[in-house]
Structures are given as C-alpha cells and as structure tokens.
Nanobody, 114 residues
Framework: QVQLVESGGGLVRPGGSLRLSCAAS????????MGWYRQAPGKQRELVAR???????YYADSVKGRFTISRDNAKNTVYLQMNGLKPEDTAVYYC????????WGQGTQVTVSS
C-alpha cells in the first residue's frame, strides 16, 4: 500500500510563493506519472499538474506559467513550486498517481489572502 504525505502549504499573500512536497512510500513511485491535484471548498478535485517518470510535464491552463512540477525519483518525492499565487489558488492540495490513483493522503492547505 502506497502512502502519500503532502507538506509545505500555508497562508501567503497574493503574488507570493510556496513549495509543496509529497513523499511517497514504495518503489512503485518512480515508474508512475505523478500529479498534483487541488480541491477548493464546494468544488470538485481537479488536476493541477502532472509529471511522467521521464520528466514530461502538463499544466492546467489556470496555473501554466506560474507553477512548476518536478520529481526526485531517488527520494520518492514530487514537488510543486507555486509562484504568483492568486486567491483562486486557495485549496487543499494533494499529490497522487495519474490517471488512476492510490488512496488519497491528507493533503496540505494553501490559503492565498491579503
């Protein structure tokens, strides 16, 4: 059973930056496409970015040019660098495999507010 532990969220002003980390247990991590998802209050969970085992990336239009996803297969860790944060980025952020998922972790709260 793979466990996913997200960290790095917090409260930040508009225009600020945060770096999220996701540590995954299990060697299966390195062969899978991994993604960062988010869920805002009252909304469905959405895919924000994903990265293949080889490093190819995809971004949702809403974060393109502001967010950067990366991974360290040796550390079983995936990162999300978020710059130029906006209030609409406020959500709980989760990492997971893409497209099918493991059990979800607890997520990390990101709040963008002045």
């Amino acid at each position: 059973q793979v466990q996913l532990v997200e960290s790095g969220g917090g409260l930040v002003r508009p225009g600020g930056s945060l770096r999220l980390s996701c540590a995954a247990s299990g060697s299966i991590f390195r062969i899978n496409t991994m993604g960062w998802y988010r869920q805002a209050p009252g909304k469905q969970r959405e895919l924000v970015a994903r990265i293949t085992s080889g490093g190819s990336t995809y971004y949702a239009d809403s974060v393109k040019g502001r967010f950067t996803i990366s991974r360290d297969n040796a550390k079983n860790t995936v990162y999300l660098q978020m710059n130029g944060l906006k209030p609409e980025d406020t959500a709980v952020y989760y990492c997971n495999k893409y497209p099918t998922t493991f059990a979800w972790g607890q997520g990390t709260q990101v709040t963008v507010s002045s």
